[in-house]
């Protein structure tokens, strides 16, 4: 490396390089090869610096060469050509395109074919280029001439022609489009073509036509379909692969059951057929290793997590909605993260199993009756896998055979193949909503029971779906698992010493999850005796640059919020460690800004998991942390962090000020000044969750401030008048402004009452969702507050107040009469036939809710 270093001080060292690429045939083709991968990496770097001559030279000898004899020179050179051009030189080296384009005409195949794969190159990395009128739009030539190699007698050649042409598909380029019959015809016309990968290509092309042109392959779906489903089972799996992306993407097209309905008889089986594994996965996932508990991880097994920031929301009054976000659809052999013909077509089956409901299960059931019961283990686990995947899609069809289907699953929990457990565990993980919904003896016990032995496999790929799959279990479980919590605990802290570094990181997650879903039921002595001195253990082995810290500070957020007070003995050091890791994060982002080439930039990411533990800690503790934050300079380093340039900082400093607010304002207060010009900068739409966090944190801040709120809501309330009238603006947000505007209102009414024409209207439709809580409480107080000051402004918009006012299940006696006066005032303004006439506007449910709970 430091030769070459050296040589690059020579202008024309790079004229060297390309004459050993092109013209020294002695050599060795690796030779040459290196040659001129040493010269692409000095294009990449320097190419600006190089002077005129040896730029013109290099360019010539690419093209004069690039119909070399050997493949792998030909294929050097079009990296080269590439290379060169995505400098921005497709401008400066005008001549390049028609000259390669020229080029396949030639007799000489090597030269064609070594054109062709320059020309692929180039269009891969700059189709937008290509398609613009810099450069005068190329394609309106390429895409003909591309089009007329379709039928070339070269398998490779015409490979080239269509992967060339396939670049500029998703994008909609003009010159394709207007060529667009011509492309299909062409591509239907190669439908039987003896290569693989002009196959592969043809497939693909139809894939993204699907996408981007379905209008014109309609009239030839028939057709279209019964290519593909002998394509899906093609004998090169590339080929079978890229066919099979296409029932993905039909199931997303609105046409997909009308064309798909009368070939689900065919293509079903296929797809169950692609859900084995092959013998090379096999290989690749150690199937036959049973027992690898005791071999360490290699630290590239471990993806990288990503801590997703605390948002502030409010319960709404359907219970538990499932974000969808939230539901990772981890199959079960993530390790071969590698796209497979397995997992696409499991994906194609689980989103044709969305589309067509109980319509699949007839082609469905006699499948699976064979694979579930079969005696080879690989046939029995794809049977598995297909239960899973068409849990979601056809779950009431499969509601009448689940009595007997569960049981044999939890039996495949203990079979001898350890692929086969940790797919039962991903199965039955996906009918976990059913499971609970039956008497719990039934099947959630014993269910609850194999899994917690799954956790102590002494396979790891098992451990690990069955920790996730216990997590699952645990969200929709809730407080049923009480009773058990004791067994559970046992094992999971078992699980600690047992588990390698991949799966200690899943483990977390399985107790933060516990603690979520038992909340205080998780406060007693015994539990707390079991699970904290594990956590701590490895709370105190860990550094502060370990990035297994967020896990592990993730799960103690939820354990802190669940335990509150039990958690009291051991928040003092946790607490303390938070602190630290935000003082360095900042500390070391200051020393970056000041001398960048000095210092690196730090993982704001340590800053962003303490201060969500922080929150949590405040949270779980209550008026307990009071004593903690006395004792620290958290305010100082909140001030810091709630002005941090990256949006993740702020979302979640936001979130703890709010949450310190609510536990000891007292140590807030004497900072507010500082604080509100903040906040207020931050209420911008732009970044969600910092103007959600930072909207929710005012209105709190309102309820501890009472009338002295005074002096700030200049500095916030235009924000969020213009906020929740924004189009479009998400549902969470729009409800917190709601509220914080109602308890701003509720304080300050003199200041905020005189706008409430402008905002009435959206304020009532964002609240009538939410569940009857404190925040709803204090907000209608605010809205009530402000009528009596300002009657004129809800005149116009009184339905939706009424609308809102009925949404309340059981108000507080106090805030039901403030409605009744408002309901009753306003009949006796407009008198009783106009009364009449308003209200019979109201839908009958309205009309009902307030004759009965308001007597109007």
Request: net charge negative; charged share 20%.
């Amino acid at each position: 490396e430091q030769k070459l270093k050296q040589l690059n001080q020579f202008p024309d060292f790079n004229n060297y390089l390309i004459f050993v690429l092109t013209r020294l045939k002695s050599e060795d083709e690796p030779t040459r090869s290196l040659s001129g991968l040493i010269l692409k990496n000095n294009v990449k770097a320097h190419f600006q610096s190089f002077p005129q001559p040896v730029a013109e030279f290099i360019k010539q000898e690419c093209l004069n060469n690039i119909g070399d004899a050997s493949s792998l020179i030909r294929a050097t050179i079009g990296i080269l050509i590439t290379t060169i051009a995505s400098k921005g030189e497709l401008q400066m080296w005008p001549e390049l395109l028609p000259q390669l384009c020229n080029l396949l005409n030639s007799e000489d195949y090597n030269t064609c074919e070594g054109a062709f794969g320059a020309l692929q190159k180039i269009c891969e990395d700059s189709s937008e280029l290509l398609d613009s009128d810099a450069l005068n739009r190329p394609l309106n030539v390429m895409i003909p001439k591309f089009l007329q190699f379709f039928k070339h007698c070269s398998p490779k050649i015409r490979s080239h022609a269509i992967a060339c042409v396939n670049q500029f598909i998703m994008d909609r380029a003009q010159a394709l489009m207007e060529n667009i019959d011509t492309f299909i015809e062409h591509l239907f016309a190669l439908a039987v073509d003896e290569d693989p990968e002009v196959r592969k290509n043809v497939c693909r092309a139809l894939v993204m036509l699907l996408e981007v042109r379905i209008d014109r392959l309609i009239p030839h779906m028939h057709s279209i379909i019964q290519y593909m489903l002998q394509r899906t089972q093609d004998s090169d799996e590339n080929v079978a692969l890229e066919a099979c992306e296409f029932w993905l993407t039909l199931a997303e097209q609105p046409i997909c059951k009308e064309v798909l309905t009368s070939h689900l008889v065919q293509l079903i089986p296929i797809l169950v057929n692609g859900m084995k594994y092959s013998e090379i996965d096999i290989i690749l996932l150690k199937g036959d290793v049973e027992e690898d508990e005791a071999i360490p991880d290699s630290e590239q097994d471990i993806k990288p997590r990503f801590h997703k920031s605390r948002t502030v929301t409010l319960q709404h009054e359907e219970e538990r909605a499932q974000d969808p976000e939230d539901a990772e659809d981890e199959d079960d052999d993530d390790t071969l993260s590698d796209w497979n013909l397995r997992k696409c077509s499991a994906a194609a089956l689980d989103v044709l199993a969305n589309v067509f409901r109980e319509e699949l299960l007839p082609h469905l059931l006699p499948l699976l009756k064979e694979l579930l019961f079969h005696p080879e283990w690989v046939i029995k686990e794809s049977g598995i896998l297909v239960l899973g995947a068409i849990a979601e899609g056809c779950m009431q069809g499969m509601v009448p055979y689940l009595p007997e289907l569960i049981p044999h699953l939890i039996r495949c929990l203990a079979d001898k193949k350890a692929l086969v457990r940790s797919i039962a565990c991903w199965t039955l993980s996906r009918y976990a909503h059913w499971v609970v919904s039956q008497p719990p003896d039934m099947y959630l016990k014993p269910l609850m029971t194999e899994l917690l032995k799954r956790i102590l496999d002494s396979n790891k790929r098992v451990q690990e779906a069955a920790c996730s799959a216990f997590a699952t279990l645990e969200e929709e479980a809730c407080t049923e698992l009480v009773p058990y919590l004791s067994f559970i605990l046992d094992t999971l802290v078992f699980a600690f010493g047992k588990y390698q570094h991949k799966n200690l990181l899943i483990l977390y997650d399985a107790i933060g999850t516990l603690a979520d879903s038992v909340g205080h039921h998780l406060n007693q002595p015994e539990y707390i005796q079991k699970l904290m001195p594990p956590l701590i253990q490895k709370w105190n082995e860990l550094k502060d640059e370990d990035k297994d810290l967020f896990p592990l500070l993730e799960c103690l957020s939820s354990v802190a919020t669940a335990l509150q007070s039990g958690f009291l003995p051991y928040c003092e050091p946790v607490y303390q460690r938070c602190v630290t890791l935000v003082q360095k994060t900042l500390a070391q982002a200051m020393m970056y800004n000041q001398h960048p080439e000095q210092y690196e930039a730090p993982d704001k990411d340590f800053m962003i998991v303490a201060l969500d533990l922080l929150s949590g800690l405040a949270e779980g503790l209550g008026c307990h942390v009071e004593q903690l934050v006395a004792r620290s300079n958290i305010m100082t380093l909140l001030f810091q962090c709630m002005q941090d340039t990256m949006p993740e900082v702020r979302q979640s400093s936001f979130a703890l000020l709010g949450d310190l607010t609510k536990a000891c304002f007292v140590h807030v207060k004497p900072c507010i000044a500082e604080f509100m010009p903040i906040l207020g900068t931050n209420l911008n739409p732009e970044f969600i969750s910092v103007c959600n966090n930072a909207t929710w944190a005012i209105g709190e801040i309102c309820m501890q401030m009472g009338a002295e709120m005074q002096p700030y809501v200049q500095m916030v309330l235009n924000n969020l008048v213009e906020i929740i009238n924004r189009p479009n603006t998400p549902k969470t947000l729009l409800e917190n402004t709601a509220i914080t505007i109602g308890r701003l209102g509720f304080v300050c009414p003199q200041e905020v009452a005189p706008m409430l024409q402008q905002f009435i209207r959206p304020w009532c439709t964002s609240l009538r969702n939410i569940r009857d809580n404190e925040e709803k409480d204090s907000a209608f107080r605010g809205i009530c507050v402000m009528i009596g000051v300002n009657p004129g402004g809800v005149v116009q918009d009184f339905i939706f107040f009424c609308d809102a006012v009925a949404s309340w299940v059981s108000p507080k006696d106090d805030l039901r009469d403030m409605f009744y006066k408002i309901l009753h005032g306003f009949k006796d303004q407009v008198g009783e036939e106009n009364w009449q006439q308003f209200s019979e506007q109201f839908p009958p449910l309205l009309k009902d809710r307030l004759a009965a709970f308001y007597g109007v």
